[in-house]
């Protein structure tokens, strides 16, 4: 049932902030973080293996940021293809997480039975609670997302980043990275962002309008640094696979090592970047991009927007949030943007040619 809505798409964008708010209600008990047994003792885990495809994958990206800064636990992030043919060495310490939100993609199936026997503990962070990659793991966390129909991953990903970053959470505590009053501090802006993302869901009309302009488009670059730079390539993934636009993301930073010779006034550039404490390099990254006439449609807080004054081709604001929680925030103008384009070129939006929502052959 799409609920009123022209699209299931349309419907799993907007439902986030009450799938979210669910999904906090099933993990959190005042400040505890309910882990379903055996749990897991990040205390004893010295490095954490992720692996996924497509959208979950970037997820894992997100991730790896979380878990290396605030639980000083180091990362590896790996797309399921490539992992599971390579071979790779499994340390003793390790444990191997495996994002998925139907829980049967074949690839990231059989890079959880490559650990098997390797890895000190599997997780699984899944939608289907009864899936193959659940039932296989030592752990697996449901995301609680519900049902998603779309092909195009959406609640499921913030649904994503949100397990992992309890998970995150978790870990910094356990390893004496994050005290108490920090965690309280955290899990206080987690539970009030699905407030955040109503407020961004009412901005649906600038998101719809910069959309409708980068429709016009056949290319798009999206740009992102730090946390945002996961960001940008999933902004990009969903671009591509519903409104059938060329769209590439890179790190903000990557842009003067070749990108940039694509710059022109035909080429959007969309930079996701909060004003935290890299904006000022963003800022510059800007400037070079309209420096050479390209367009910039730049999404951030009032902040942002008023520090990049003037010379921005489109603006999108969204609410201030909390550094960390961006992610999660910033993943709705970057679905709506892409939901709104392919509306606007008039795709198929919930069945892509040529996708399907469970890939379960390689
Ligand atoms: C993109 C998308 C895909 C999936 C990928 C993994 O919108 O939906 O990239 O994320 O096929 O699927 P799961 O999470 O089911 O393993």
Known sequence: DKGGYKHFMAKEI??????????LAAYLD??????????????????????????????????KYWFEKMARLPVEVDV????RYREPPILPGTAAVFVSQSGETADTLAALRYCRDKADTILSVVNVETSSIARESDLALPIHAGIEVGVASTKAFTCQLNVLLLLAITAA?????????????????????????NATLDRSADIEAAARKIAEARDVLFLGRGL???LALEGALKLKEISYIHAEAYASGELKHGPIALIDKMVPVIVMAPRDALFDKTVSNMQEVM????????????????????????????PAVDDRLAPLLYALPAQLLA??????KGTDVDQPRNLAKSVTVE
């Open 80 to 83: 399921a293809s490539e992992f």
């Open 291 to 318: 420096a050479r006439g390209g367009k910039v449609c730049l999404i951030s807080d009032a902040a942002g927007l008023a520090q990049a004054g003037d010379g921005i081709w489109q603006g999108i604001t969204l």
């Open 339 to 344: 939901y709104h384009a392919a509306v606007a």
């Open 228 to 230: 945002m730079y996961p």
């Open 30 to 63: 005042g400040d505890a973080i309910l882990l379903p047994d055996p749990g897991i003792d990040f205390s004893r885990i010295e490095r954490l293996t992720l692996v996924a495809c497509g959208t979950a994958f970037y997820a894992c990206l997100t991730a």
């Open 14 to 23: 907007a439902d986030q902030p009450g799938v979210l708010a669910d999904a």
């Open 173 to 197: 505590c356990a390893r004496g990275h994050m005290s108490q009053a920090e965690k309280s501090q955290l899990l206080a802006e987690l539970r009030a962002l699905p407030g955040l993302f």
